[in-house]
């Protein structure tokens, strides 16, 4: 009988230790919050020219900078957004996996 007992008990690990590693599987294939989003493009002033160093402003601070040609790069949560470029506002969606977004201040 201790054999019967010892083999069961041997059984009753691997089958914690495969059940353990199963969950953990679970777990990291579940899905997670996006947190930020990217957003890039270029923004160009209303005839079409670059907006080249303009500052990009979100409630009232400055989250990046369009660069000589006028691209731009920001990092956000999801969401819908008012900013403002070089004193223009503008309104821009941030889908989930991001988005390239040309922008034409008005």
């Not at 990217?38 to 601070?61: C, F, H, Q, W």
């Not at 819908?80 to 969606?93: F, N, P, R």
């Amino acid at each position: 009988m201790p054999a019967r007992a010892a083999l069961k008990t041997c059984a009753g690990r691997r089958l914690a230790t495969l059940l353990g590693a199963a969950g953990l599987l679970l777990l990291s294939a579940a899905p997670t919050a996006v947190l930020a989003a990217e957003i890039y493009g270029r923004v160009t002033m209303s005839d079409g020219k670059a907006a080249a160093n303009k500052p990009i402003v979100l409630n009232g601070k400055e989250v990046g900078k369009t660069d000589a040609s006028g691209g731009y790069r920001l990092s956000l949560p999801p969401g819908q957004y008012a900013l403002t470029i070089g004193g223009k506002g503008v309104s821009v969606l941030v889908p989930p996996p991001g988005i390239k977004q040309d922008i034409r201040l008005p």
